[in-house]
C-alpha cells in the first residue's frame, strides 16, 4: 500500500475515533442533546463509528506496502 494512503487511512481512523469518544462522553453526560429522545442510538452509534475506525487502523497497518519485498525476514 502506498505510504499516503497508509496515512490518510490512519488520519480518518483517528478522526473517527476521536468523534465517537465525544459522541459517547456527550451521550452519556447529556443525555439527549445530540440525538434528541434516541439516547441509546447514540451509544450504538459511537461503537459502530468506534468499530469501523478500529477496523480501518488495522486494515492500513497490516497491508504489504509496494515496496516490499514479503516473505519472511531471513528469506533472500
Request: proline share 4%.
Amino acid at each position: 500500500m502506498d505510504p499516503a494512503v497508509r496515512f490518510w487511512l490512519l488520519i480518518l481512523a483517528l478522526a473517527g475515533t476521536i468523534s465517537a469518544a465525544i459522541l459517547l462522553v456527550v451521550s452519556a453526560f447529556l443525555p439527549g442533546s445530540i440525538l434528541g429522545t434516541a439516547d441509546s442510538v447514540g451509544y450504538v452509534v459511537s461503537v459502530f463509528v468506534a468499530l469501523i475506525s478500529l477496523g480501518l487502523l488495522v486494515w492500513s497497518l497490516t497491508a504489504k506496502s509496494d515496496g516490499q519485498s514479503g516473505g519472511s525476514p531471513g528469506a533472500r
